[in-house]
């Protein structure tokens, strides 16, 4: 893999053209398999739409600084071009889709030659960007009683059989403790079974469920609800439960949340929580909470820090929600759900994973980690299940997390810099904005000629 080398000088990196190069076919290539799918089955089963266009502005992204190294008049044009395909894509996704299919096999041609031409590479700043964050409790394996390497039960791609067998062999042979289920996976009974069998004792587990259906919503449905599914785990209490969403209804929520806070009274509850919940949302539960969410479960990877889509002002939820003082769990980390463009297969992170000799779900994990977050992969693999609990004996420089937060640049699908709290190292808006003065904190003017090295 291409390396990252800090040869310029102490403070700047370089990435090579060609690894740009490889990055923009990889976004093409999914995004047109996403297209052929669509027109065949009439539907991406359970990926967002939306994902097609985000690989699309993943790809013209890295295009558009390749093409930024050129001087010439004819790429000039043709990055104006690809500018107004992006701006159409995301206001009229139909419309845009079928411009920027054809315009954009045209641009790699261009953009192809430019690295052949050229020996340049993109020069980005690695020093005094991009915080890392500590988590709530602790900065080891655990955070507030909570494993921060945790098993996500939602594995739909498998029989029930051999999810009941994956976490049994997860808790016995490799120290899993954390599993994170819900009323929507429907599987409770499952990793009850598979839990008892693992022999491992109750008190060294972490038990994590949600409501998810709003019908169970009240002062007898949801007491209702909890005690069927600590029947079907079969233990006396859940060291976790959350809300599974925020429904929109303020009335039945804040009954369900009482509801909720006897059974904490009783014991049948040790901790509450939310998950896909958003600040507003937090701050509304915790206006009538008398027991207050604790935990907050959110999507979590390098190209959605805290969120599904990028909107103009977007938040930062993790550190709200860590400097509340609760704990951020990270779903989808590595499967790329709900979109496309899975953060284990792109380009960069296997650049930074070949420095490590790790792979590129190890270093992805470890960079959550070094947020701050505690995670719950999934996967059906006991090799992959292997290596994500191997990330707790090395850390990613810190120039290597700055370079995987900024990832989020190549992807986010805003007009105004957002997610602006991550600084925008390769200097992504510029090259594809250069007469915007709108830029994310920190960004380096990468992809003018002054980054040319």
């Not at 060609?18 to 290539?29: E, Y």
Request: charged share 20%; hydrophobic share 35%; net charge negative.
């Amino acid at each position: 893999a291409p390396q990252v080398t800090t040869g310029v000088d102490e403070t700047h990196g370089q990435l090579p053209t060609s690894l740009l190069l490889t990055a923009a076919h990889h976004g093409l290539s999914a995004a047109q398999e996403a297209l052929d799918n669509l027109e065949q089955q009439g539907n991406l089963g359970n990926r967002n739409p939306m994902g097609v266009v985000e690989a699309f502005i993943y790809s013209v992204r890295h295009v558009q600084l390749l093409l930024g190294f050129s001087a010439h008049g004819q790429h000039m044009r043709l990055r104006k071009r690809l500018a107004e395909a992006e701006t159409l894509l995301l206001k009229e996704p139909e419309a845009g889709l079928s411009h920027i299919s054809r315009l954009l096999p045209e641009a790699l041609d261009e953009a192809g030659m430019q690295v052949r031409t050229a020996t340049q590479s993109l020069t980005f700043p690695v020093h005094g960007t991009s915080p890392q964050r500590k988590a709530t409790a602790g900065s080891g394996d655990t955070q507030d009683h909570m494993p921060r390497m945790g098993f996500g039960t939602g594995i739909f791609n498998a029989p029930p059989w051999e999810v009941q067998r994956l976490i049994e062999y997860a808790a016995k042979e490799l120290g899993y403790r954390h599993f994170d289920c819900a009323q929507a996976y429907h599987n409770e009974e499952i990793v009850g079974r598979a839990l008892l069998n693992s022999g491992v004792p109750r008190e060294e587990l972490f038990i994590a469920t949600k409501l998810s259906n709003s019908q169970d919503y009240g002062a007898e449905e949801t007491p209702r609800l909890v005690r069927q599914q600590l029947k079907k785990l079969g233990v006396a209490y859940v060291d976790l439960y959350m809300l599974h969403g925020d429904v929109g209804n303020p009335t039945s929520e804040k009954i369900a949340w009482h509801a909720l806070e006897k059974l904490f009274d009783e014991g049948m509850i040790r901790a509450l929580g939310l998950s896909n919940y958003g600040s507003h949302g937090v701050e509304r539960i915790n206006s009538f909470a008398r027991v207050p969410p604790t935990y907050l479960q959110i999507k979590y990877d390098v190209f959605h820090p805290g969120y599904q889509w990028a909107h103009e002002g977007q938040e930062d939820l993790v550190t709200w929600a860590q400097d509340r003082g609760m704990n951020v769990v990270g779903y989808s980390t590595l499967s790329g759900w709900p979109y496309l463009l899975r953060a284990v297969d792109d380009p960069h992170v296997a650049m930074v994973a070949a420095k490590y000799k790790r792979s590129a779900a190890q270093v992805l994990l470890r960079h959550s980690l070094q947020k701050g977050l505690s995670l719950i992969p999934s996967s059906a693999n006991k090799e992959r299940l292997h290596q994500n609990m191997r990330i707790f004996d090395f850390e990613l420089k810190h120039e290597d997390v700055a370079q995987l937060d900024a990832l989020v640049h190549f992807v986010a699908p805003t007009h105004d810099g957002s997610p602006k709290w991550v600084p925008d190292l390769f200097g992504v808006w510029k090259a594809c904005h250069p007469n915007s003065d709108i830029r994310s904190s920190g960004s380096s003017s990468s992809g003018s000629s002054d980054n040319v090295r």
